[in-house]
């Protein structure tokens, strides 16, 4: 027997417009801690360094005729000029309410033609060694800057919580596939390794135990070299080689 769709709470959902935005969440490790890239809304004419809007992720509205993939590398493009990196989509966030404040509310009004309506966003991580790329703001993109994860300000509409969301799934995803790697710049030593690996994962590791870890994957290779200009003992440096399939 087929089951009747319930009728949606506030109205036919067949009249009720909504956009899809993509939202990106960039991380980035710059060999002591972990980063994620922000925008500064701003619009032309303005003061730029003004603070009248929201610190926010990467993100825009999709176009008709493209695909979400192809709208989440468009827009971190289009707005921080980073192209080229891993990208990954991890969730959909859709609820309701999901303007809390007046600023965000003005942001709509000046930036989108129909800033009354829903937006559901997919959100996708991306990850990035930040000696290797450097962000330009562009568009209404006013600044692209970095912001250490453990400080991050009050960021625009729900953006908090889909940063939150991205760590999660990075925590689960780098347990499983070789992804740090596209954290860490191509030569590393094995104290950045393991930083980095108890940032994301939110733990002590023991250092023995990890080193012998990583000496049984074939992938990472000790080279001939040490770190150089530093202050401490040079550290031996390491590199990560993709094993043919």
């Known amino acids: 027997m087929m089951t009747k769709t319930p009728n949606a709470p506030n109205g036919d959902a067949a009249s009720i417009p909504f956009d899809v935005s993509v939202d990106n969440v960039v ?3 710059d060999g002591d801690i972990l980063q994620v890239l922000l925008i500064r809304q701003g619009l032309p004419g303005e003061d ?10 990467p993100g825009d509205l999709i176009y008709p005729a493209e695909s979400l993939d192809q709208a989440a590398y468009r827009i971190l493009s289009n707005l921080t ?5 891993y990208l990954k989509q991890f969730h959909a966030f859709g609820a309701p309410g999901r303007v809390f404040e007046e600023k965000d509310r003005e942001w709509l009004r000046r930036m989108r033609p129909h800033p009354e309506r829903r937006v559901v966003t997919i959100g996708y991580y991306s990850l990035v060694a930040m000696a290797e790329y450097e962000p330009v703001p562009s568009s209404f993109a006013s600044r692209a800057e970095w912001c250490p994860l453990a400080d991050l300000p009050r960021l625009a509409f729900d953006h908090n919580a889909i940063v939150a969301a991205a760590l999660e799934q ?4 780098v347990q499983q596939e ?5 954290l860490l710049p191509e030569k590393f030593t094995l104290g950045q390794f393991q930083r980095l690996h108890e940032i994301i994962l939110d733990k002590e590791l023991d250092k023995r135990n990890f ?3 990583v000496k049984k994957m074939a ?10 200009g530093v202050l401490h003992k040079p550290a031996q440096l390491y590199t990560y080689r993709k094993l043919e399939d």
């Open 27 to 29: 991380f980035g490790f």
């Open 211 to 213: 080193r012998k870890n």
């Open 170 to 173: 990075l925590r689960a995803d």
């Open 81 to 85: 000029s980073l192209e080229g990196i």
């Open 48 to 57: 730029m360094e003004s603070d009248r809007f929201h610190m926010a992720v």
């Open 178 to 182: 070789n992804l740090i790697f596209e």
């Open 219 to 228: 992938e990472v290779v000790a080279l001939d070299e040490k770190q150089e």
